[in-house]
């Protein structure tokens, strides 16, 4: 069963525009991750935020981490065709055992040119 | 260096068969994980091994399997195929648990008809 939850299921924006994703989770965690699929191809690792963490950047990638909503962001910033993509964040956490990464369901990102 | 190399790309089976996956992980990666990915379910943790050890098991049933072997390399089977376990079935490999990421392979699309 998936952990989180991510808003929106799916996101349509203009080349350059900023896509934000949000995704909540359930329970405790070691560190929260963001992937990108493409086209139900692997997933490619994008950020790691620790749970002493609040922000983190790479790139054009931002974020952010709120333990007491259990929730955290990832914002794409300038966005361009290429990152036309599923994104999913996904829980390494306290209490699901060793090594697990719990996902969420997923955004669906388009950036129309 | 290589990535996470997954053998064969795509696979069909008949109902009742069993099939047999491959992983290589990445040079120096101890750590191999497997994820289920459906669409009604997403994305699904199997097992985990680090240094021919299960660590870590996903809630399925005892037809799925995996082990590892002393050079990491990673195989899963799955027996008595059913409909159901049409899927992308993807490895992962860490150097330190999961602390820093996952690298993932391409996976495997298994398709039971």
Known sequence: SQQGEEDPQALSIQEGENATMNCSYKTSINNLQWYRQNSGRGLVHLILIRSNEREKHSGRLRVTLDTSKKSSSLLITASRAADTASYFCATDGLDQGAQKLVFGQGTRLTINP | ?113
């Not at chain 2, 750590?31 to 091994?49: I, M, R």
């Not at chain 2, 059913?82 to 079935?89: F, I, M, R, T, V």
């Not at chain 2, 820093?100 to 996976?107: C, I, K, R, W």
């Open chain 2, 1 to 113: 260096k290589a990535g996470v190399t997954q053998t064969p790309r795509y696979l069909i089976k008949t109902r009742g068969q069993q099939v047999t996956l491959s992983c290589s992980p990445i040079s120096g990666h101890r750590s191999v994980s497997w994820y289920q990915q459906t669409p009604g379910q997403g994305l699904q943790f199997l097992f985990e091994y680090f240094s021919e050890t299960q660590r870590n098991k996903g809630n399925f049933p005892g037809r799925f399997s995996g082990r590892q072997f002393s050079n990491s390399r990673s195989e899963m089977n799955v027996s008595t195929l059913e409909l159901g376990d049409s899927a992308l079935y993807l490895c992962a490999s860490s150097l330190m648990a999961g602390l820093n990421g996952y690298t993932f392979g391409s996976g495997t699309r298994l398709t039971v008809v």
